[in-house]
């Protein structure tokens, strides 16, 4: 059974920064794409950032130039750096992976960016 477990989320001021982390119980390198997803309230589900098996990466264009997601295979651990942030942001994040067989979710972490 695969688990993910998000950690990093809470308040930050506009333009502040946030990092969150997502830790699998199995090796991502199992795992073709990891990445975060993002739900805010009344909102559907929508992509932020995910990072290929071989590095790649995809942006979601609000988080282009302010967002950094890396994977470390030896932690088996995914971060999403978040810089400058605003209220847009706020929502529940989530990490998600996909071994090409089924689809993983974490719990979700909430990041709230209020002054």
């Known amino acids: 059974q695969v688990q993910l477990v998000e950690s990093g989320g809470g308040l930050v001021q506009p333009g502040g920064s946030l990092r969150l982390s997502c830790a699998a119980s199995v090796s991502i390198s199992s795992m073709y794409t990891m990445g975060w997803y993002r739900q805010a309230p009344g909102n559907q589900r929508e992509m932020v950032a995910t990072?290929?098996?071989?590095?790649?990466?995809n942006y979601a264009v609000s988080a282009k130039g302010r967002f950094t997601i890396s994977r470390d295979s030896a932690r088996n651990r995914v971060t999403l750096q978040m810089n400058s942030l605003n209220p847009e942001y706020t929502a529940v994040y989530y990490c998600?992976?996909?071994?090409?067989?089924?689809?993983?979710w974490g719990q979700g972490t909430q990041v709230t960016v209020s002054s």
């Open positions: 990072i290929g098996r071989d590095g790649s990466t």
């Open positions: 998600y992976a996909n071994n090409g067989y089924r689809v993983y």
